[in-house]
Each structure stands twice: as C-alpha cells, then as structure tokens.
C-alpha cells in the first residue's frame, strides 16, 4: 500500500483533459500524430480514430481542412520556434467557431481547441488600465477585483497572498450575498502543494469549467506520460476536484500573480453552479492581473526606496554620533535609543565583555548572559534572526515572556561584544477556513489502493492560538540592522586609522622619552657617584667633625644622592624591560625567589619578617626580566610589611587553567580601595606609602615586564594587607 503527499500527486501528467477542450499532439519534427483526446473525433466527425495515429493532418484534409488553412498552421514552424509560447487562432469547423491554440512542448506540438463563447456582460473600457495612479496597496486589488468582475464575474472573488511557509491568505474578496465571507482566513501549505505552485508559475491561468464533468482521456500509441502543463484544458487531479466540491463550488478559476519572477500570490474564483470562461476573456483577465501586479511592484519599490533614503539619513545621523565618541561602547551607549527603534524591538542591550547597557523592555540579566553565551554557537554569520526563540528554546535557556524573538548582531566574537535586539511574546492567533490538520483516505487508483491526503470537509473558521513567538522581524527589520552594522565597521575604520595615526606619534615620543629616560639614567650616575664619594670623604677626613650640624646636612645630602641614584637606576630597569631582548625559556624560580628574599630582609632591616616559600613551579620567562619582577614584588612585600609586629609575606605557585600563577601576599599597609587605579603607573605612590622609602617606578617595571613575556600582573588588598597576583605562560 502506497501513501501520496499532496506534494507528490503528478498534477502535470493527469493522462486526460476538461470536457470542453479538444487536444491532438503532433511530432515536432515529423509532424505525425502521436496522441489526441478521445473527443476529437466528435469535434471533426471522424468515425475511425486509429487510421489517425502516425499520420498527418494533411492526410485527411477532408477533416482538418479548417485546422490546415489556418495562419497558425500554415506558419507552425515559426510559431513553435521558442518552446511553450502559446499562440492563438480562432477556426470554423462545421460552421462553429472555435479558439484554435499552438505550441511546442518538448518533442510534441500541441494543438488544442475550445469552443468560443460571447460575453455579452463584459462591460470593458480604459478606464480601468488605472492601477498606477493607486496609492494603496489595498486599493490595487480591490480595483483588480472590481475590474475581473466586469469580465467573469464570479460568485467569490479572492486575492490570495502565499505565506513564507507555504500556506496563504485572503487579503481582498469581493462576493455575492449567498456567499460566506473568506477575507483574512489563512489557507494551509497543503491546499495548495509545492508542485500546484509550480505550475502556477508557468502556466498562469487555469480554469475548471465544472468540477463535476467526466473527464476526456487521451488516446496515445505508447504508454509515455504526457505533459500537459501548458494545456488551457489539463484535466485537474482527483484530490483538487474533491476539494473544490467540498467548498461548495463547481467551477474555478486562477491567475497567477507574479513578482519579479516569484509566485506571489492568485487571484481565485469560485462559482457555485459550472461555469465556463472564454479564451479570450481568460486572457483579458491575465492582461489585468499582470497590469495589478506592476502597479503592486512598482508601488512597493517606490515605498522601500522612500524607506531606504529614510534609513540612509539615520544611518549617517548615526554615523555623525558615532565619530564624536573614542570608544565603540561609549558610540552604542550614548545612541542606544535610536538603535533599538531601528528595527522596532521592544528592547535592546548592547554588551563588550563585562560591561553592557539596555534600552526599553529587555529580560532579567541572568536571562541575557544565558542568550549572549547561547547565541554565538547558533550561527557563525554576523547576525542571528529568530521570531520562535521562547517557542523553540524557552524551556533549554529558562526564558520568559520578553524574550520570545531576537535579532543578534556579533560585532567581535572575542570580546563577546553584541548587540540584542528583543520582541515580546505576540499574543498571535490565526483563523483557518476549516481545521487545517491533514486526514488521510485511500484512494483506488488502476486497481491499487493508496493513501493520500484528504482534502478538507469544513471550511468553517477555525482559530488557532499561537504560543512562544514575537511578532514577525520583516525585511525591513533586517535592513536597518544591517544598516547599522555597516555604520559600526565604517566609523570603527575611520576610529581605526585616527588610533593608528595617533599611536604611531605616540610611539615615536615614547621611543624619545625612553632613549631620554636612558641618558639621564645613565648619564647622571657618573656625577652623582662623584658627588657620593666627595662628601663621604670630608666625612673620613674628619674636618667637619667638630660641628654636628654640618654632618647632618652632609648625611643628608648622602642619602639624597642615594635616592636619586636609585630612581635614576629604576627608570633606567624601566626602559630596558621594554626594549631590551629577551629570551623565553623554561626557568625554575625558586632560588631566585630564595635569594630575593633573604636580601630583602637585609636591605629593609627586618630579620624578623617571615618569609614562607611553598611551592614553585617551573615558568616561561626570560631569567633577567623574571629577577626584575620577583625583586620588586618580594622587596615591596617586605618593605610594607616591616613595621608589623610579626611581619609575615607568603610566597607559592600553582597551576590554573594552563597557567602558572604565583601569589605573593604580606600583612602590611594595604592598598587603599580609591586609589587602585593608579598602581602601575609610575612614580604614583600611595598616600599610606609615603613614611617608606621609595620612587613608584617598581610597580610599573612589573607591569611591563609581565605584559612583555606574554603574563599579567595584578592583586588583591584590604586593611589586613596585600596579595599580588603574576600570571606567567606555562612552559
């Protein structure tokens, strides 16, 4: 037993045509007949079909005269040159009048023929080639119907408009009294299949005079399928015609709508009694119906140009704002407002690593580090659209009811720098024409049972509520989020080559400070030493030995000298930790370490400071620069711990998350909480520091260093003391 999804019905090779046709295909190259509908023989009053097969129509001209004498026929090879384009005709054949149609279709030529019919209610004049003065897009289809009814004049009239999922809806309807009203019912996928849609788009008008007429087969030599796409009269399917009954209608027509090569929606009649409509009048209304759609095309285009150049002048406000501003976060901060009503979201957060602000109605933060750490894993494109989020993905990330659609925009995926935008849970409900859950029948099909989707009983309204979603985030909305990327990358290169400008000055007077800060050091240690040894000698000599006023000035003058010895020392430490080579390489700390700190309590005569060295794992260093931090970071340790009554400084490494990280704590002064912003900077000392002696160029060699080796410095403080923090590579 077979099953058959609507999608799969071969609606293109029925193997019959509609009783008011009449069909024979020919050889596109022989010209012989290959196959015709059982009826022709009625139409040309043949009473032995077989003696067609194989031959020409020029072998029986006593009946095909009418067709032979023909322009069309006459001229066939030009008229068949390009493939399913349709040309017309009109015949008598035993003094009737009949619409006479060709065109080549693969290797057969299709020759078909319908009775003509008058129309003597078809009231046509110029005045309704009107549609490009509609401004309205309502109005566009309301005038298209107005316009069809003065040609066919059904008994429901209906623009359909397809859905992205496939299924659509009535946008405009004009009716009779005894008619139900279909206006604004959303139709399933399934009412009208992916392969009807097809062909929709290459044939596009398509009539079932009466649903309820037996079927003409098509008589053929072989067993081949035949296509009949381009055929005004293909027979429809078994499941189309069942549906149509079952709305109550007996006859159908449509005519396609197209929009720039894409099926955008039909136009659909319905009558409840059979209903036939002339060629002629068929391809009136195709003309009309092409006409709305130009008029609809050229309507939007001119509304999303108006829209474009709107979006373009917020965009270079946007970009105005943005270049007043150093700083990426600070652009975004300050403009949030606008961004967020860009795209018409609820709300928005802007996010750089740890910092982030919000505009308007956004979740809890708690909820937002769940979606910023979520999204980035969802796509690897810069922008990431979902309108189902709390439908899909509520119950795996815990949100609510504010985040129920999001668009995301990653600026710099390293720094988790994003922006969200948010749209509230739409209370969204669609009213179906009948339930639109599929219901499986079997059909018996050449002797063989199939399942096959039913068609729909009820056409009844039928509501169903949607839960989870946000409301739709149109083209529109994703334009003006691209729109506001492009003003990030474009007022960030421009930020970009400023900073490169700038930093490439600032480069070359660093490179002059520190080629300065060098000289000095080095040059004024010659002077100071002589002017050390000079007075240490008037002391040795004894001359001033009587007056202990002169010593303690020259005592002090000493240690002035010591003092700027050593700054001059430290600046020069702090130059060559950023230009001097290095060499990494694996190093064990732990003499250094121990070394360090027996002299440390020498210099700062402190013996009774205890020093505890744990354990010291190995590092990726260069062994100069290494001695330089751990000199700085032990002396000060001990230093500020000196005046304690039990002075106390720990020392131990330990492995985290493929790094060494070495702790160096004491019970000193601590760093007061206000002023940790300027620890590193050089020749900054705290104010709880200044009874110690010291300059404030150890820390920033510390800094230095560390940021030159691949590592980081940094630490932790209270009233109970200090723990400094240094993070090296892991050999």
């Known amino acids: 037993m077979n099953f058959i999804e609507c999608h799969e019905e071969p609606i293109h090779i029925p193997g019959y045509i509609q009783s008011f046709g009449y069909l024979i295909g020919i050889d596109a190259e022989s010209h012989s007949i290959t196959f015709f509908s059982r009826n022709i023989t009625d139409l040309f009053k043949i009473e032995n079909a077989e003696q067609l097969f194989n031959r020409q129509l020029t072998d029986f001209s006593e009946f095909f005269r009418p067709v032979m004498d023909s322009d069309l026929y006459i001229s066939l090879k030009s008229f068949t040159k390009r493939e399913n384009e349709t040309h017309f005709d009109k015949i008598f054949v035993h003094g009737k009048e009949y619409h006479f149609s060709v065109f080549r279709g693969g290797k057969h030529i299709f020759l078909e023929f319908e009775a003509v019919q008058e129309n003597p ?137 197209i929009l720039d090569n894409h099926l955008w929606g039909l136009v659909t009649c319905q009558n409840s009694e059979p209903k036939h409509i002339d060629l002629e009048d068929r391809v009136q209304a195709g003309i009309f119906t092409a006409l709305a759609s130009n008029a609809y095309s050229s309507f939007k285009s001119k509304k999303e140009l108006n829209y474009r150049l709107e979006l373009n002048e917020k965009a270079a406000q946007l970009k105005s704002e943005f270049l007043k501003h150093n700083h990426l976060f600070d652009s975004l901060a300050e403009n949030k407002e606008k961004l967020r009503k860009l795209p018409e979201a609820d709300g928005l957060v802007i996010i750089s690593e740890n910092d982030r602000v919000s505009s308007g109605s956004v979740p809890d933060r708690e909820m937002i580090d769940r979606i910023a750490h979520w999204a980035p894993e969802q796509t690897e494109e810069s922008i990431y659209v979902s309108r189902s989020l709390l439908k899909d993905f509520g119950e795996e990330l815990n949100l609510d009811e504010t985040a129920a659609g999001i668009i995301v925009y990653f600026i710099e995926r390293s720094k988790k720098e994003m922006l969200i935008w948010f749209r509230r849970e739409f209370d969204e409900h669609i009213d179906w024409a009948g339930n639109p859950e599929k219901k499986i029948d079997v059909l018996l099909q050449n002797g063989e049972e199939k399942h096959i989707v039913s068609p729909r009983t009820s056409f009844q309204i039928f509501t169903e509520n949607i839960k989870g979603n946000s409301k739709r985030w149109n083209s529109r909305d994703i334009i003006s989020v691209k729109a506001v990327r492009d003003v990030i990358l474009e007022t960030s290169h421009k930020q970009y080559n400023a900073i490169k400008s700038l930093n490439n000055e600032l480069r070359k007077v660093n ?57 001059m020392h430290d600046v020069l430490q702090l130059s060559r930790a950023k230009y001097s080579e290095m060499e990494l390489e694996r190093l064990q700390p732990f003499q250094t370490i121990s070394k360090i700190s027996e002299n440390a309590k020498i210099t700062f005569e402190s013996p009774k400071t205890e020093i505890i060295i744990e354990e010291c794992p190995d590092v990726l260093a260069d062994k100069t620069m290494l001695h330089q931090v751990f000199l700085n970071i032990i002396n000060n340790a001990v230093k500020y711990s000196s005046h304690q009554d039990e002075p106390k400084v720990k020392i ?3 492995e985290e998350d493929g790094r060494v990280v070495y702790r160096v704590s004491d019970n000193g002064i601590g760093i007061p909480e206000e002023e940790k912003h300027k620890m590193f900077k050089i020749f900054n000392r705290m104010d709880n520091a200044k009874k110690f002696k010291g300059n404030g160029v150890g820390l920033s060699i510390v800094h230095r260093i560390m940021q030159r080796i691949g590592g980081t410095v940094d630490y932790e403080s209270d009233k109970e003391g200090t723990c400094f923090i240094l993070t090296f590579k892991k050999p």
């Open 511 to 567: 490179e002059e400070l520190d080629s300065f800060s060098y000289t000095i050091s080095h040059d004024l240690g010659t002077p100071l030493t002589v002017m050390k040894l000079n007075a240490q000698t008037l002391l040795l000599l004894n001359r001033l030995t009587d007056d202990e006023r002169s010593k303690n000035k020259i005592n002090a003058i000493i240690e002035e000298i010591d003092g700027m010895a050593e700054m």
């Open 652 to 654: 131990w490494g330990s």
């Open 121 to 257: 209610n078809k009231r046509i004049s110029n005045k309704y080639d009107n549609f490009y003065v509609i401004d309205n897009e309502q109005d566009i289809w309301e005038q298209l119907l107005s316009t069809l009814s003065k040609i066919v004049n059904y008994d429901r009239m209906m623009v359909y408009k397809f859905m992205m999922d496939g299924s659509g809806k009535v946008i405009a309807e004009r009716r009779s009294d005894h008619m139900d009203s279909y206006l604004g019912l959303h139709y399933p996928e399934s009412d009208i299949p992916r392969q009807a849609r097809e062909l929709y788009l290459k044939k596009r008008k398509r009539i079932f005079s009466n649903v309820y007429a037996e079927t003409v087969p098509l008589m053929s030599r072989t067993d081949e399928n035949i296509d009949l796409t381009f055929v005004a009269s293909r027979g429809m399917s078994p499941v189309h015609g069942q549906y149509i009954k079952n709305s109550g209608a007996s006859s159908s027509f449509s005519i396609s709508i």
